[in-house]
């Protein structure tokens, strides 16, 4: 049975990739919704083979819809997502609004899509950070056979990771470097063209940046609450696509050989690992990709039981966008929406 679904900030990156995705993987959906400020009304946006028209958020009747995928940003999010499921939709949120609130689920589907149970709740699913989404869905089948125990992990994330107007910086300033133009940052704290920046989000009283603590406590909610993380995440002069090196310690030994077999065989992965100039994936390879890619896999040696990684995803993607509508698939396969539940 088919339900009707709106989007929720389709105008930005995330939104229009949501719909891109909706419609890639057959969605059953009756109608579908494309919802933004009211500055945005009338815009046409591609589903499919169809357009559809931008309405105004704030007027649109949410009764009419059973799932609602929503990227506009937190603020946003915490105070529309309790409207939205009082009107009885559920709400997929993209935002960091809704992740650690105990009683909404964070999911990423190849590695919990059980907890989509406890959407009964507040009616909420979370989608977790970009840069967690790829790293857990590496780390799941590794922590299943040898037991994680501490990762440490370094971020190379991608401008579209901030939004429209950090990508449009990184695009003026590359072409004015080029013309001795003066990068004068406005998105970000530093020039990003031909630079990299240490410092997403603001900074916390450890001196970890928030985008930091949201690897943390993000994979401890999702994987295991014992796993210890320490990340450093940087921003890069690259539109899309994030890359990760991450190290882990584990309690069990498992060859870098035995690693590779392993995420061979999980889902949501894709293992291009050869000792040679092209045998490795980049950020550029992953755009428009839907799977997740772990390239230069090497056991540590500075550890026990100790394994190196090079993951690479798409973040408006896998990131964000599809992991989103994976979890939609979830629920509705579950059938937890309110049209399956009608029926029933």
């Not at 929720?8 to 990739?17: K, L, M, S, W, Y």
Request: glycine share 6%; net charge negative.
């Amino acid at each position: 049975m088919g339900m009707n679904v709106a989007v929720f900030g389709a105008t930005g990156a995330v939104g229009r990739e949501i719909l891109t995705i909706l419609a890639e993987r057959l969605f059953p959906a009756d109608e579908v919704f494309a919802l933004a400020s009211r500055k945005s009304m009338g815009v046409e946006l591609s589903y499919g083979e169809r357009d559809l028209k931008v309405l105004n958020a704030e007027t649109f009747d949410f009764s009419k819809v059973d799932l609602v995928l929503m990227s506009a940003g937190g603020d946003v999010s915490k105070e529309w997502a309790p409207k939205i499921t009082a009107a009885g939709a559920i709400v997929i949120d993209n935002s960091s609004a809704w992740r650690m609130d105990p009683d909404v689920p964070l999911v990423v589907p190849e590695v919990n899509m059980d907890a989509l149970d406890g959407v009964t709740g507040k009616g909420i699913v979370a989608n977790p950070n970009c840069s967690t989404i790829q790293l857990m869905v590496a780390l799941k089948p590794i922590h299943d056979r040898a037991k994680i125990k501490r990762v440490n992990c370094s971020t190379y994330q991608s401008v579209s990771g901030a939004g429209q107007a950090a990508m449009d910086e990184l695009w003026v300033q590359t072409k004015g470097i080029f013309v001795n133009d003066e990068a004068t940052p406005t998105a970000f704290t530093k020039q990003i063209a031909f630079n990299v920046i240490p410092h997403i989000d603001t900074f916390m009283d450890d001196g970890a940046t928030k985008e930091e603590w949201k690897m943390v406590v993000e994979t401890k909610k999702i994987l295991d609450p014992k796993i210890k993380l320490f990340a450093t995440c940087a921003r890069v002069p690259v539109f899309v696509g994030h890359s990760i090196a991450a190290h882990i310690e584990m309690e069990d030994e498992l060859s870098a050989d035995e690693a590779r077999a392993l995420l061979r065989e999980s889902p949501g992965l894709m293992v291009i690992d050869k000792q040679e100039d092209d045998g490795y994936v980049t950020p550029v390879e992953c755009v428009g990709e839907f799977a997740t890619f772990v390239s230069r896999v090497r056991e540590d040696p500075t550890v026990d039981n100790g394994l190196a990684l090079w993951i690479v995803s798409d973040n408006l993607r896998k990131g964000a966008a599809l992991n989103a509508v994976q979890i939609a698939e979830g629920l509705h396969n579950r059938g937890l929406l309110k049209s399956q539940a009608s029926a029933a």
